[in-house]
Nanobody, 128 residues
């Protein structure tokens, strides 16, 4: 079951930029906690960026000054974005959007367990 829909992945050269977007097909996620995770073959999903219900953002250390997580406004079902600049080969992977309504479950924003809504993933390839 796919709860969320991601788009915007692609193939870029190192130094390029991509903007990933995530939408919820139905309902509202206004007060949800949201996040982006990345997965590479043979490894688990690792948190890249998170946004709590108060709009506070958290970024993975390697993404600070390069990545931005944001929502397009404050409406019920506005898209979630991940703007990635100055991409590096190490940023490559399958990116997943995740959400959870009960933010109280999120003690650590980059822990996959609290999130119960996921997208199908979008592929990001970065060539050197």
């Amino acid at each position: 079951q796919v709860d969320l829909v991601e788009s915007g992945g692609g193939s870029v050269r190192a130094g390029g930029s991509l903007t990933l977007s995530c939408k919820t097909p139905e309902g509202s996620w206004m007060n949800y906690c949201l996040a982006w995770f990345r997965q590479v073959p043979g490894k688990g999903r690792e948190g890249v960026a998170a946004l709590d219900h108060d709009g506070r953002a958290r970024l993975v250390e390697s993404g600070k000054d390069r990545f931005t997580i944001s929502k397009d406004g404050s409406g019920d079902s506005v898209p979630l974005y991940l703007q990635m600049n100055n991409l590096r080969p190490g940023d490559a992977g399958t990116y997943y959007c995740a959400a959870v309504a009960r933010c109280a479950r999120v003690h650590t924003p980059f822990d996959v367990d609290p999130y119960n809504l996921w997208g199908q993933g979008t592929q990001v390839t970065v060539s050197s």
